[in-house]
């Protein structure tokens, strides 16, 4: 995977206050060290409920200067579609989203079918949990 540009905990700060969120420590971290990374569908999870493998695209940074490689930009577009305090941190090769819900009820990290690819997704059920937190987000990935 290639990271992009790096990114300060000043870009980070900001960004968080105009979402109005607070990134979690693992997540901050990672943006601090990669800024995001391009996979091109080299690593992949799988969704165990479904049995589905996902092939992770692209997770986004911070002011990436590479057009559809920000989160803001994928988090805004689609806040009315996501439940509140959560953020769009990523995307697969068949462009459903990871997701970053950051409330304590529901928090975790999520797949995201919002153009219903899978034969799963309907109005009803379209989110599907893959983990507690981001780094066991990442441990989950493979190549």
């Known amino acids: 995977m290639n990271s992009f540009s790096k990114v300060t905990s000043e ?7 105009r979402l109005k969120l607070e990134f979690p420590n693992d997540y901050k971290q990672f943006l601090l060290t990669n800024n995001g990374l391009r996979s091109r569908g080299d690593f992949f999870f799988h969704l165990v409920d479904i049995d589905f493998e996902v092939h ?6 911070i002011d990436t200067g590479v057009k559809n490689c920000d989160l803001i930009d994928w988090t805004e577009k ?9 953020i769009i941190i990523g995307d ?8 970053l819900i950051l409330s304590e009820e529901d928090g975790g990290i999520y797949y995201y079918d919002h153009a219903y690819n899978l034969d799963t997704s309907n ?4 989110a599907y949990f893959i983990a507690d937190n981001f780094t066991d ?6 190549e």
Not at 11 to 17: D, R, T, V
Not at 92 to 99: N, R, T, Y
Not at 123 to 126: I, Q, V
């Open 11 to 17: 870009q980070i700060s900001a960004i968080e206050k």
């Open 56 to 61: 992770i695209d692209i997770l986004y940074g």
């Open 78 to 86: 689609f806040r009315f579609d996501l439940p509140p305090q959560a």
């Open 92 to 99: 697969d090769i068949i462009m459903g989203f990871i997701v």
């Open 123 to 126: 109005d009803d059920n379209n």
């Open 137 to 142: 987000f990442l441990a989950m990935l493979h």
